[in-house]
């Protein structure tokens, strides 16, 4: 089998108790995966807002199970919402739990949206592999789109941990923010932000509310790149 292949089956061995094995990682930091699910789909929010940017068609790259679909519609005003996954196991467990009326889930994607969002994927990618997914997510998005990259933060020796309890984690090989801002912008993409995301675990989280102060220094226990498909006829406020 390619590397793709192999990785698609293992996930696929996984979607039935995805969330039992990603809990054994999270439980580390007193949150489930509901919390960082609405968390990271509300900073994104806030980016958007920012920017005046409404996205009507939404993406999801490398959706899992679903995990995020509820806050991309809840958050970001109820947009047509595209999951898309090379597990077939996950997309059916995505679509029994989610799917209907403009929410849909597959494995190959169909015409030009305004925003891909994608979380925990690209280290899971083979590193020959990921020049290509970034190019897969340049094609789908219309001119002006954006591409909202979430990643875990290798810098964070938390984020490690959590990663090294998780069993589809562990032989992931995470990026950098600069590797990742170097693999967008050499796929085409302009970068609009960089910010990081989650510092305090539960036991803390009486000071989450300076998190978005210390958004742009590399403590957090995930990052998200902002990127633009660029466009003649878009500009930024």
Same mark, same amino acid.
Request: glycine share 10%; net charge positive.
């Given at each position: 089998?390619?590397?793709s292949s192999t990785k698609a089956a293992a996930f696929?061995?996984?979607?039935? !108790?995805?969330?039992?094995?990603?809990?054994?990682?999270?439980?580390?930091?007193?949150?489930?995966k509901n919390y960082f699910a609405r968390g990271r789909?509300?900073?994104?929010?806030?980016?958007?807002? &920012?920017?005046?940017? &409404?996205? &009507?068609?939404?993406?999801?790259?490398?959706?899992?199970t679903g995990s995020a679909t509820p806050f991309l519609?809840?958050?970001?005003?109820?947009?047509?919402?595209?999951?898309?996954?090379?597990?077939?196991?996950?997309?059916?467990?995505?679509?029994?739990?989610?799917?209907?009326?403009?929410?849909?889930?597959?494995?190959?994607?169909?015409? &030009?949206?305004?925003?891909? %969002?994608?979380?925990?994927?690209?280290?899971?990618?083979?590193?020959?592999?990921?020049?290509?997914?970034?190019?897969?997510?340049?094609?789908?998005?219309?001119?002006?789109?954006?591409?909202?990259?979430?990643? !875990?933060?290798?810098? !964070?020796?938390?984020?490690?941990?959590?990663?090294?309890?998780?069993?589809?984690?562990?032989?992931?090989?995470?990026?950098?923010?600069?590797?990742?801002?170097?693999?967008?912008?050499?796929?085409?993409?302009? /970068?609009?932000?960089?910010?990081?995301?989650? /510092? %305090?675990?539960?036991?803390?989280?009486?000071?989450?509310?300076?998190?978005?102060?210390?958004?742009?220094?590399?403590?957090?226990?995930?990052?998200?790149?902002?990127?633009?498909?660029?466009?003649?006829?878009?500009?930024?406020?």
């Amino acid at each position: 089998m390619t590397n793709s292949s192999t990785k698609a089956a293992a996930f696929d061995a996984y979607a039935g !108790n995805y969330d039992t094995a990603l809990a054994q990682g999270l439980a580390v930091s007193g949150e489930d995966k509901n919390y960082f699910a609405r968390g990271r789909v509300a900073w994104l929010a806030r980016c958007l807002d &920012r920017l005046g940017f &409404r996205p &009507r068609s939404v993406v999801d790259f490398g959706c899992g199970t679903g995990s995020a679909t509820p806050f991309l519609r809840e958050l970001l005003g109820n947009p047509t919402l595209l999951g898309l996954d090379i597990s077939g196991k996950s997309v059916e467990v995505a679509e029994r739990l989610y799917g209907g009326g403009d929410t849909r889930f597959m494995v190959q994607p169909e015409g &030009r949206i305004d925003l891909a %969002f994608c979380n925990g994927v690209f280290h899971h990618i083979p590193l020959a592999e990921r020049a290509g997914a970034v190019d897969y997510v340049y094609r789908s998005l219309r001119p002006g789109g954006l591409f909202a990259l979430w990643e !875990n933060n290798p810098w !964070n020796p938390g984020t490690r941990y959590v990663m090294s309890r998780i069993p589809f984690d562990r032989d992931a090989i995470p990026l950098a923010p600069r590797t990742a801002r170097r693999l967008l912008q050499t796929g085409g993409f302009e /970068i609009v932000n960089t910010r990081f995301q989650f /510092i %305090f675990p539960r036991m803390l989280r009486w000071f989450r509310g300076l998190e978005p102060l210390a958004a742009g220094l590399p403590l957090g226990a995930q990052y998200q790149v902002l990127t633009r498909k660029p466009s003649p006829s878009t500009t930024w406020r």
